[in-house]
């Protein structure tokens, strides 16, 4: 894909429009056939994040028949991480965005780095909340995001792996929540991809005791 992009780029436009119009025509089988279902509770949202909200469901609802204005939708494109920002634009979030558009609030991203993306992620139409990877520059994105959506973070899984370091792990929370904090930031901390925690579960908890400690530390 990542080769057609640059010597067939208008047969790969080709079939992201194809694919697009598919799940189209899915999500509008949905809606015909009121297949709909309000997530505006403890329903996993986006990469990581529940759905709670008292935005949704949207003015005019209507309890038997659920519109995707009364909804979250998400999108992401991790097998596009490595392409540039335009390329991301051209083959990726211009075919995500019109069918984003009807939903009453969207997330987008999942592991991909979206530091130099931010940009044209941010004109996707409700966008809320926005995956913010380990693999991201935390301080970049802080700037550019401000509160503009939520800055869903996914601190690093490995910290979980090996040795577990306490105060590596303190200092690194720590990092993220004062510069999201200078920055206006609307944070939530989500902590997955634990693979494996090396037959050590408690790890999991000595984590969120850290993490709970340095937000309530920081604000």
């Not at 609802?61 to 998400?74: E, G, H, L, Q």
């Amino acid at each position: 894909v990542m080769m057609d992009m640059i010597e067939n780029p208008s047969w790969l436009h080709e079939a992201m429009a194809f694919l697009a119009e598919g799940n189209r025509r899915l999500m509008q089988q949905y809606i015909d056939q009121n297949l709909l279902s309000l997530n505006n509770d403890w329903t996993y949202q986006n990469s990581g994040g529940n759905g709670y909200t008292d935005e949704l469901p949207a003015p005019g609802f209507d309890p038997s028949r659920v519109r995707p204005c009364d909804m979250w939708a998400s999108a992401e494109s991790q097998e596009l991480a490595q392409v540039s920002p335009e390329m991301h634009e051209e083959f990726a979030l211009c075919y995500e965005r019109p069918l984003l558009e009807p939903f009453g609030l969207n997330g987008y991203g999942c592991c991909e780095d979206l530091t130099r993306k931010l940009g044209d992620v941010l004109k996707i139409r409700n966008i809320r909340r926005i995956s913010i990877s380990p693999f991201a520059d935390a301080d970049k994105c802080a700037e550019k995001l401000g509160d503009k959506a939520i800055y869903s973070w996914k601190p690093h899984p490995s910290h979980l792996v090996g040795k577990f370091d306490a105060d590596r792990v303190r200092a690194y929370i720590r990092h993220t929540l004062e510069v999201t904090r200078a920055n206006g930031c609307v944070v939530e901390m989500i902590l997955k991809d634990t693979h494996t925690c090396e037959n050590h579960p408690e790890r999991f908890s000595r984590w969120c005791r850290i993490a709970r400690d340095q937000v309530e530390r920081i604000g």
